[in-house]
């Protein structure tokens, strides 16, 4: 025998492993050959009905359905299939029951408008309902006048982007949410814009979830609401007038950055509600107009850094049963009250921030103020205890009480003081860690 002849069983071995490559190689050109294109159009197309093509479709086929009004009850997506449309054609729900429901992974929704959803007070009816599906894509649709908009349960790994979610909303009790996702896990949310609904965006036990570049605005009650959604990471979003500002509540490892919060008004409006939120970060956001910029209530271990808070009526209210919160390196300007709680005591951290409020001197000009500066007010008390006491607010007698408490203060906690408050106003840039 040759030495370098191979025995027979290897060349067996090696023959059989070509066959097989070849043959799933053949398998995918074949799967990619057959994958088909079925054109809906309202005369002269294969199709005339979108729940004929979406019937006649297999996995890998795409439904394209060019432009006009199609009103065909509710359509059931339950296999991998691209369901697009071509001049933002309608699916009309007739106000009467749900428009697309996906029940398959893989399918990717995209280009529809999707008007006039059923709604019911006993099932969650949505204009885009998916449920138990991994990887999905819902893209570049309008959703209007729906119960609820686009709603997701017990999915993973979809992506949510630059759908335009509008209602009709006039009573939190006859509407739902234009983005709702439920016992999600690692859902992206991004580029979407809601307006007119209960709540814009809302997360409920939903793991792992990003919620980016979104604009939320003119809700009635949530721009974002979220509960029991841990290690999610909400950034650069837009939430803006809205009837009760942004809750976020009962998780813990979030992230929230360069996010807007603004002109959330009203008497139990917040810029943000943090209700026993841990171990989590809230930096380089904006918050400008808000009746209270940030609620911190039972939240633990939360750090505020490098944010702006801008013509507040309350910068930041702490209660007492929050602890381990530092605050550091924020800027507070043009606000009624900086700070406020209802602790004589504080088991919080305050370093570093930058208040407009300071008058004391930096001697020795290296940007610190010398003195230490307390920002919770005498009168800001008064009002924590006797909320009727606001009418006084630009009163003589106010400001008498803030300045007999700077000359000798006695009543104010001195634990929610900043030792080292800054003498300028923190500029950030990109290379701001």
């Known amino acids: 025998m040759d030495g370098h002849a191979r025995p027979a069983g290897v060349s067996r071995v090696a023959?059989?492993?070509?066959?097989?490559?070849?043959?799933?190689?053949a398998a995918l050109s074949c799967g990619a050959a057959l994958a088909r294109t079925l054109t809906v159009c309202q005369?002269?197309?294969?199709?005339?009905?979108?729940?004929?093509?979406?019937?006649?479709?297999?996995?890998?086929?795409?439904?394209?359905?060019e432009a006009g009004t199609y009103?065909?009850?509710?359509?059931?997506?339950?296999?991998?299939?691209?369901?697009?449309?071509?001049g933002w054609p309608v699916l009309d729900g007739e106000l009467r029951h749900a428009i697309v429901t996906v029940e398959a992974d893989d399918v990717v929704v995209r280009g529809l408008v999707l008007r006039d959803a059923g709604r019911s007070h006993i099932t969650d009816i949505a204009a885009l309902r998916v449920a138990e599906v991994s990887d999905c894509l819902i893209e570049n649709n309008r959703v209007e006048n729906a119960f609820f908009g686009i709603y997701f349960a017990k999915s993973s790994g979809c992506v949510v982007r630059g759908n335009r979610v509008t209602g009709e909303g006039t009573n939190e009790a006859y509407t739902g949410n234009a983005i709702h996702l439920w016992g999600t896990n690692y859902l992206t949310v991004e580029d979407n814009y809601a307006t007119g609904y209960r709540d814009g965006i809302?997360?409920?036990?939903?793991?792992?979830?990003?919620?980016?570049?979104?604009?939320?605005?003119?809700?009635?009650?949530?721009?974002?609401?979220?509960?029991?959604?841990n290690e999610s990471v909400f950034e650069?979003?837009?939430?803006?007038?809205?009837?009760?500002?942004?809750?976020?509540?009962?998780s813990?490892?979030?992230?929230?950055?360069?996010?807007?919060?603004?002109d959330n008004w009203g008497a139990a409006?917040?810029?943000?509600l943090l209700k026993e939120i841990n171990d989590s970060v809230v930096t380089r956001n904006t918050f400008e107009g808000n009746s209270a910029a940030v609620y911190v209530d039972g939240s633990n271990r939360t750090d505020l850094t490098r944010n702006d808070f801008i013509r507040n009526g309350y910068a930041l209210r702490v209660l007492s049963n929050s602890m381990g919160m530092r605050v550091m390196y924020n800027n507070f300007i043009g606000n009624t009250f900086d700070v406020v709680t209802n602790a004589n005591r504080s088991y919080n951290s305050f370093l570093e921030n930058y208040w407009d409020a300071?008058?004391?001197?930096?001697?020795?000009?290296?940007?610190?103020?010398?003195?230490?500066?307390?920002?919770?007010r005498l009168f800001a008390m008064t009002v924590q205890s006797y909320p009727q006491a606001m009418v006084l607010l630009r009163s003589p007698l106010s400001q008498v009480l803030d300045y007999a408490e700077r000359v000798l203060p006695v009543i104010t906690p001195k634990a929610i003081e900043d030792d080292r408050p800054l003498m300028g106003r923190i500029v950030w840039s990109s290379s701001t860690p």
């Open 43 to 65: 005369g002269g197309c294969e199709y005339g009905s979108v729940r004929g093509a979406v019937a006649a479709a297999v996995d890998g086929d795409t439904v394209l359905v």
């Open 202 to 229: 809302y997360l409920e036990f939903a793991r792992g979830a990003s919620v980016r570049r979104n604009v939320s605005e003119g809700n009635l009650r949530y721009g974002l609401h979220f509960m029991y959604s």
């Open 358 to 376: 300071y008058e004391g001197y930096d001697l020795d000009r290296d940007g610190v103020g010398d003195l230490p500066f307390r920002p919770v």
């Open 269 to 272: 409006a917040y810029g943000l």
């Open 252 to 262: 813990k490892k979030i992230d929230m950055h360069g996010n807007t919060f603004a």
């Open 236 to 250: 650069d979003n837009v939430l803006r007038a809205n009837g009760a500002g942004v809750a976020v509540m009962y």
């Open 15 to 25: 023959g059989t492993a070509r066959l097989v490559a070849l043959c799933a190689l």
């Open 71 to 86: 009103r065909e009850g509710a359509l059931v997506i339950d296999k991998a299939i691209t369901l697009e449309g071509e």
